[in-house]
């Protein structure tokens, strides 16, 4: 299926038309699992969407969702997004009459409130195939989009559609985009339409004007679940989150551009969290520097909701500043619930529509910047509103009156940012040195280029630089949407990456990106971690068209490698500025980056044992264990990245290796199978647990008959045994 998504239009009003348009597909309705998800996985913001219209970020074991920087661990920013909508005046279609009728979006109200008949995620093209040593790592990815259609603008579209007893029909659109400049936003658009379809099928059952309809959400961010092992546990549902909010003069600029001269306003209507203070620390710990560790700040985010456009009235689609009606903070977890769908219920629907009209429940809420405000009295953000849930984003739409077919657009930007990891090792590592040394009074340099002698200040100024790089974030979703999502392009990806490791080299191969005709098509690079997936990524090849492959020679033995492979352009198309800086653009790291590790492999091991020459020389060496001993004091000399890691070298190509504690209990279990001489274990029992200090035996046994390459000699014979001692100490 082809199917254009945004035609170019000059003007905001036809803007939000197209984007209207493209989130829709016509056909029959049908019902939709509540718990269906749809996850978007191509940028450095990554987050799923769930069926029934709104999203609880909770997976039973912890809080996931708008994971930023993703190419790092545990970066969850998601806690939840309460979300209701409202009218006044209201007859069901059971003839029932209400003052006020308002619905809460949560899977519990499905099939009760609230009908999800689409979710379906769209994409520009396929994603790459990426194989290491054969196996297939991109397999887990290819099945989250539904469809590929070429014409779309974005690399990724969400569709969500909600009917709701209200009659109201809720169909959200998410964009997202790899593009370097716009991979930590999404942008989505509410379509809210009075429908009169109250179920799951396409029969109307309604045909009423809707009286002042309302559409309100409260969001929370966790900003991160990373921070909280280092700020307190009570962080992974954003109890120490601090909101504040921008655009309170939005109505003086409302009509201006954003300019790459200029990328950073505070007019742009938003609110948005950061990690606050957990009054049992000791210490300062804004920005969640570990201090048990190196010091590394692990909660640098800042994430949040930026309002980019929302109609006037059903028939005037233009922007409207005065729209949000309420946009500020409210307490996490204190807000009215809807006892029932009923008359029964109609008391707590009066209530609750009152607070998406903007009145703060019980008093806990307000239209101020929340941290300017608090933050100078009480560090703790909990101790305002005593709300041990944290505190939320809150704004609030409305009021319209949509007549049968008639609807109202808003779109929206959500996105986060914050110092990137090597700002925070960097500035870290110097706030901890200073920490355990009182005396060292720096000076420290300040993100302006002055300094101080105050640590905290120091480490404090740049963790809030990130307002500004959320402020910037929001920037560029607003000129993308004034330019109608018309965003300078990168080349696509390479459509198949291979990695192989070898004796001597790791090589990566790809095949040509669809992007190599185009006039700007500049080449390919090549990018490598060391030890692990969540660092840093060093350049390490960077070429034209061909030869389409690198050979990896500096690779150590024994260290774990991963790559990615992008395609970049001459930027000669990325000229104007408009949307983002100019300059070359580079196709998406995570089409192709691998979770796999690559390594150099060993040939198999040709005897158990030392073979030793007449003068006691070894010819051929048999099994070693390395390190042994394994010590923790020395384990960041060993394997970088991989502090845990040990290898067993120069094995059997085929065999099961057993590790015993020294009384002879099995604790873990290796089937050897890929025909090299190395394997590794990283120090884990098959229990999960990580060993203790002490003399471990492991057991080698020869699993198949091996012969040697050429003669077809037979050097290892099926039940062929050894044993060697390994010691660790931790």
Partial sequence: MRRTLLPPMPALQGIVLALMLSGIWFGVLAQVVSTDRRYIRIGELQNHYTAYGSDRAWNNTWYEGLQWPAGYFYQDNS?????????????????????????????????????????????????????????????????????????????????NKVNSLMGLTITRTIYAFSQQYHNNYFIQTWKLENTGNVDYDDEIELNRTLKGVRFSFSVRYAVSREGANAI?????????????????????????????????????????????????NTFDNIGGPYVTRDGRLTAPHHAGIAVLHVDKSPTDHADDPAQPNTLGWHAGDTYPGVSSYTPDGAASMDILYSVISGNAYMGLGGTNRFDETYMATNPDPSTVHNDGGGTNVWVCYGPWDLQPGESVTIVEAEGVSGLNRKQCETIGARWKKAYLDPGDKGPFTLPNGTTTDNKDTYKNQWVFTG????????????????????IPQPPL???????????????????????????????????????????????????????????????????????????????????????????????????????EPAYLRRQA?????????????????????????????????????????????????????????????????????????????????????????????????VTQDQYESGTNKLIHKKGDTAVRKLVIIR
């Fill in 467 to 486: 307002k500004d790089s959320i402020l910037m974030t929001f920037g560029r979703a607003k000129r993308a949407l004034d330019a109608n999502l018309q």
């Fill in 79 to 159: 806690v939840i997004r309460r979300q209701w909508i409202g009218c006044e005046d209201f007859t069901s279609a059971r003839d029932e009459h209400y003052n006020h009728f308002a619905i809460t979006f949560s899977e519990g109200n499905v099939s009760t409130a609230l009908f999800p008949v689409e979710l379906k995620q769209t994409a520009r093209f396929a994603i790459p195939t990426v194989y290491v040593d054969g196996v297939d790592v991109s397999a887990p990815y290819a099945a989250d989009a539904d469809e590929i259609d070429e014409s779309i603008i974005p690399d990724r579209i969400v569709v």
């Fill in 605 to 701: 091991g040709e005897t158990l044992a030392d073979q030793l020459d007449a003068n006691g020389n070894i010819v051929k060496p048999g099994i070693r264990i390395v390190p042994n001993p394994y010590d923790i004091k020395s384990r960041k000399l060993q394997y970088i990245g991989e502090d845990d890691k040990i290898m067993f070298l120069n094995i059997p190509g085929h065999c099961t290796i057993r590790i015993y504690t020294e009384r002879g209990d099995l604790i873990n279990q290796i089937e050897h199978e890929d025909g090299s001489g190395d394997e590794s274990w990283n120090s884990i029992t098959s229990a999960r647990q990580v060993v203790v200090s002490g003399i471990y035996i492991v057991h080698f046994e």
């Fill in 232 to 280: 307190g546990g009570s962080q992974t549902w954003g109890k120490w989150s601090w909101v504040t909010r921008r655009g309170e003069t939005y109505a003086d600029h409302f009509g201006e551009k954003i300019t790459e001269a200029d990328p950073i306003v505070d007019w742009i209507r938003c609110g948005f969290s950061f990690a606050g203070q957990n009054p049992v």
């Fill in 493 to 595: 990806p390479p459509t198949v990456v291979d990695v192989k490791s070898g004796g001597d080299r790791i090589t990566v191969s790809w095949t040509a990106s669809p992007s190599e005709n185009d006039p700007d098509f500049a080449g390919y690079k090549v990018f490598r971690a060391v030890g692990r997936t969540d660092t840093v990524f060093q350049e390490i090849y960077n070429g034209g068209r061909e030869p389409r492959a690198f050979d990896d020679v500096t690779a150590t033995r024994g260290i774990s490698y991963y790559y990615y492979v992008v395609a970049y352009n001459d930027g000669s198309r990325n000229n104007t500025g408009e949307c983002n800086p100019t300059g070359p653009l580079m196709s998406g790291r995570y089409y192709t980056q691998t979770s």
